[in-house]
T-cell receptor, first 116, second 110 residues
Framework: EPEVTQTPSHQVTQMGQEVILRCVPI?????FYWYRQILGQKVEFLVS????????KSEIFDDQFSVERPDGSNFTLKIRSTKLEDSAMYFCAIDVLGVSGANVLTFGAGSRLTVL | SQQGEEDPQALSIQEGENATMNCSYK?????LQWYRQNSGRGLVHLILIRSNEREKHSGRLRVTLDTSKKSSSLLITASRAADTASYFC??????????FGTGTKLQVIP
């Protein structure tokens, strides 16, 4: 069983529609990340989330994006009004702090978003 | 600006050969990590090297870190077809912000 489950695996939506991507870790974690990867390109940091608050966010994470932990376990990324350029793979990651204290990430398999 | 830049962008080798990938970064770091990504899948953590370490080994992986040059290398020895993937270096910037490089696509030909 994967440590991080993401749903949906693939979503096709019309431009301007709202999209919610979900991330469910296998056990309780306090640290979450969202990344996106446009096909074949670099993995871009979007936002990190700790204890129900945003810790860091990138310039990509504008007002169109929001993150929530609605029920204490699921972790969601919402895109309010999708644009064509939002088409990408979106990865959720949890932070498994090792003995070193470094942020070592475990990724989900990703949600592919296609905006038409 | 991109924190990590890997080179080469793409590398194709024969099975059994060694593969070397390099990563350069711009700001000071606490540690540097390498991840692997199979096509269309999530990234998988491979190895972490701290800023006070110069070299680290894990199985067929060898990582070096030169903080004076702000660079790291990942060596995969005796490569296998299953090593075909993209490899990314990652650094931490600020609190809880892990940033990935541009990646090296490795193809190992059987």
């Amino acid at each position: 069983e994967p440590e991080v489950t993401q749903t949906p695996s693939h979503q096709v939506t019309q431009m301007g529609q709202e999209v919610i991507l979900r991330c469910v870790p296998i056990s309780n974690h306090l640290y979450f990340y969202w990344y996106r990867q446009i096909l074949g390109q670099k993995v871009e940091f979007l936002v990190s989330f700790y204890n129900n608050e945003i810790s860091e966010k990138s310039e990509i994470f504008d007002d169109q994006f929001s993150v929530e932990r609605p029920d204490g376990s699921n972790f969601t990324l919402k895109i309010r009004s999708t644009k064509l350029e939002d088409s990408a793979m979106y990865f959720c990651a949890i932070d498994v702090l090792g003995v070193s204290g470094a942020n070592v990430l475990t990724f989900g398999a990703g949600s592919r978003l296609t905006v038409l | 600006s991109q924190q990590g830049e890997e080179d080469p962008q793409a590398l194709s080798i024969q099975e059994g050969e060694n593969a070397t990938m390099n990563c350069s970064y711009k700001t000071s770091i606490n540690n540097l990590q390498w991840y692997r990504q199979n096509s269309g899948r999530g990234l998988v953590h491979l190895i972490l090297i701290r800023s006070n370490e110069r070299e680290k080994h894990s199985g067929r992986l060898r990582v070096t870190l030169d903080t004076s040059k702000k660079s790291s290398s990942l060596l995969i020895t005796a490569s296998r077809a299953a090593d075909t993937a993209s490899y990314f270096c990652a650094t931490e910037r600020g609190y809880q912000k892990v940033t990935f490089g541009t990646g090296t696509k490795l193809q190992v030909i059987p």
